[in-house]
């Protein structure tokens, strides 16, 4: 009996013991199951309201529960965004056809985006072509929970996804880019907060400054629940005052716990502590062969070429003929005018800020800077010139030939790689990032007056100007990884008649790739030194800021009746005031470099 009594004791003392034994779990490791717990929450949601979907008859109760749906995702936001780029465009996407360009194939938008459209209409509900859509938004949420089975987190991982949903926050979900319709931007943008906070708990043991982010994070969340409407959002201070110090504190974590950033040559550097720091953003990103990088060398010798008439057929026009500094490197003239005189169909836009584009020209036909150089060298209408004859040029001149053998030691012969790299490299060169708007980000209080944080605010609420120009490029390249850069169908005409307007016939990139969602498709440029980039447009038909934003208040090209039924920008009126426009021009003009 006595050796029973000890085996069950020690039985016993097993028991208790072995959970002490348990090898406790890291931070990732948690983490991992807790996003997997409210990811499998989203997926029972959706069930639920597809549920609703078929037996809801009142259009509002079917908004709010729409509504804790959109909540449940945003909760997961950052890490679908962050490990699933490409299933997620059918989960959160924007409601436009999918063009892939490389397969010749049209993909039909999906998700929660075009859910809203069908949800917040004064139209009847089309019932059956929601629950189809409700069902595809399952197949994909399943999809991501079988793929997050293999997922190998990391701490890098997990604080580069909580960074950049920090600042998609700020360029996205401020502006409403993913709730147009609904409106309910401000209360999205408190549940992303939360759900920071409740991923970042797991670390708590680890960051010493654990709690003051954690009040931080509980300041912004309070500042936007005293928000009362969307348009009324304090965007400049929200980010200054709130977001910024967020991420500079995230950062100094992770740099002092010897956590590694990730460096994944991206145009946002992976070690940025925000997006408004200096050298936040990389203009060798998109660089192919490191052999080609910058150099001081390689940038004078760009340089020259590039103010140099020698280049072109007729030894009358240099790059720079069209590119002038002093207007931004844009040329003042509605269309430029090219070899022998000749005036062009487009506009000269600025090339400052041209590398964080995946893509150039107004029709994005050109994939990188040095392909570009090549093809206005070449074009017959523009330079009529020939990289043979730079060559030739480059190794017959004293000069050239001193500078182009320190920009290349040991490159004997010119080969034309070497040419256009030299040109772009000095056009990655110009992106000082200095601007009012750039000093105010960075904590200078007084770098912008009051009306003009007024207007920045409007840019990025009720004018809804950020969804398509994106902080802080200003470009359609879209935030928070850059790695893709947008076209709009905005419908521009042909002077600024809106009483009688014409759409403008340019196809834009319909010209080259002959998808009907591509007809009259153009970059979204650059806003930085708008101000001195006169006159607007690819056509160059709007003379000033106040005609360009008259434009956009009347809702584009279909808003004022014409028939342009694949435009994307929204086409319904703005109804901005004219109070309201004087403000946004201030605020553009705040994006001069000094």
């Known amino acids: ?50 549920g609703f979907v078929r037996t809801m008859k009142n259009k509002a109760e079917l908004q709010a529960e729409f509504l804790k749906l959109r909540m449940q995702y945003k909760k997961v936001e950052a890490f679908t965004e962050y490990f699933f780029p490409t299933t997620v465009r059918l989960v959160n996407g924007a409601p436009l056809d999918e063009v892939e360009d490389e397969e010749n194939a049209v993909f039909e938008p999906g998700g929660l985006q075009v859910i809203e459209e069908l949800i917040y209409t004064t139209d009847l509900l089309e019932r059956d072509e929601l629950v189809r859509h409700v069902r595809k938004l399952n197949v994909n949420l399943m999809r991501i929970k079988k793929l997050w089975v293999d997922i190998q987190v990391t701490d890098s991982h997990v604080l580069d996804a909580l960074r950049l949903e920090l600042f998609r926050l700020i360029t996205l979900g401020i502006s409403g880019f993913d709730t147009p319709a609904s409106g309910h931007a401000v209360k999205e943008s408190q549940q992303v907060l939360q759900s920071f906070q409740q991923y970042l708990k797991v670390y708590e043991e680890m960051i010493p400054s654990f709690k003051k982010l954690y009040d931080q994070t509980e300041s912004a969340i309070a500042f936007l ?28 974590y992770q740099k002092s716990a010897a956590i590694p950033f990730i460096r994944d040559r991206r145009l946002l550097r992976g070690d940025a502590a925000t997006l408004f720091e200096p050298g936040a953003f990389d203009a060798e990103a998109l660089l192919t062969n490191s052999r080609f990088a910058a150099s001081a060398d390689r940038i004078a010798l760009g340089q020259k070429l590039f103010y140099d008439v020698r280049i072109s057929g007729n030894g009358k026009t240099s790059c720079g003929s069209c590119h002038q500094p002093q207007l931004a490197y844009s040329d003042g003239q509605k269309t430029s005018k090219g070899f022998a005189n000749e005036v062009m169909t487009r506009n000269a836009p600025t090339i400052r800020y041209a590398a964080f584009q995946q893509a150039l020209f107004y029709d994005l036909r050109s994939p990188s800077l040095e392909d570009q ?88 609420g009720k004018a809804r100007c950020g969804t398509c120009h994106f902080v802080p490029l200003f470009n359609g390249t879209v935030p928070p990884d850059y790695q893709r850069t947008e076209s709009e169908v905005l419908g521009v005409t042909m002077n600024t008649d809106w009483k009688n307007p014409r759409l403008d016939k340019d196809a834009g990139r319909g010209a080259h790739n002959h998808f009907p969602q591509w007809q009259h498709a153009f970059k979204t440029s650059t806003l930085r030194n708008v101000s001195k980039t006169a006159p607007y447009m690819h056509n160059g ?51 001069t470099d000094h």
């Open 1 to 50: 009996m006595r050796s029973h009594s000890g085996t069950i004791i020690i039985l016993l003392f097993l028991i208790f013991l072995l959970p002490c034994c348990k090898k406790a779990q890291s931070p990732k490791e948690v983490l991992y199951v807790q996003f997997n717990n409210d990811l499998s929450t989203l997926i029972f949601r959706n069930e639920q309201f597809l």
């Open 373 to 460: 150089a090549a093809d206005v060298i070449h074009n017959k209408k523009e330079m009529h010139g020939s990289m043979q004859d730079i060559a030739r040029l480059i190794g017959s001149d004293a000069e050239y030939i001193k500078l182009f053998r320190k920009a290349y030691p040991g490159i004997k012969n010119v080969p034309p790689a070497y040419i256009q790299n030299s040109l772009a490299v000095f056009v990655r060169s110009i992106n000082p990032f200095n601007s009012s708007f750039d000093r105010y980000m960075r904590g200078d209080k007084q770098a912008l007056t009051l009306d003009e944080r007024k207007g920045f605010n409007l840019f990025m």
């Open 225 to 252: 629940s005293k928000t009362k409407s969307f348009n009324e959002l304090d965007r400049a201070t929200f980010i200054a005052d709130y977001i910024n110090p967020i991420c500079r504190n995230l950062h100094a």
């Open 541 to 591: 038909a709007y003379e000033s800021l106040q005609q360009v934003m008259e434009f956009y208040n009347e809702g584009g090209g279909a808003g004022l009746g014409l028939p342009v039924p694949n435009q994307t920008l929204a086409t319904d009126k703005l109804r901005l005031t004219k109070p309201e426009v004087k403000l946004i021009i201030l605020f553009m003009e705040s994006l």
